[in-house]
């Protein structure tokens, strides 16, 4: 028996949803063409979101971009993610107007391993001002590093240099 025997294939959207019977029904063409389209609209919805937090008038997706084009050289995975090379333990996330630190995986949804190292890590983390969650060894959010855009991020990208040494454990 065919591994998708007996099984449809859902494609949905928020304008449409089509239910295919079997593989067998779907059009590369149009899966294709259908990709594409999800793909653009993607994007173009990032681009026009809305800034995730405006304090004093600081837009903090604007900064994190900015930060993320200045260290594009250690970025890995979603585009979001640095780290300080590829052999680096503990990654760091730009994200959600926080700067966050994990274990440094290219999954995303990747449950952590057991690391020896972690509580070390967490520890130094704290010293720093950082608070830990579930998932993460540690954050801060962007506006803690000052109170203009270009404070902020001239802040974070010499934290970015603190954090690389800490985390090379």
Known sequence: MPLNAGYGMLIHTKSRRTNYKSIDEIDLNNLESF????????????????????KNNIDVRSIEHSILERVKS???NNGNRIRKDENAQ????????RILVRQAYEDKYK?????????????KLK?????????????????????TEKKIEQDVIKEIDVLFELLDV
């Not at 503990?90 to 107007?97: F, N, Q, R, V």
């Not at 449950?111 to 520890?123: A, F, R, S």
């Not at 540690?138 to 000052?146: A, D, I, P, S, V």
């Open 35 to 54: 990709c594409i389209n999800e793909i653009q609209a993607y994007h173009k919805r990032l681009k026009e979101k809305k800034p995730a937090s405006i």
């Open 74 to 76: 250690y970025i890995y």
């Open 90 to 97: 503990y990654g760091i996330t730009i994200a959600t107007s």
């Open 111 to 123: 449950t952590p391993q057991i690391n020896l190292k972690d509580g070390i890590v967490i520890e």
């Open 127 to 147: 010293e720093k001002g950082y608070k830990s969650c579930k998932g993460w060894l540690g954050y801060r959010k962007l506006t803690e590093f000052g109170s």
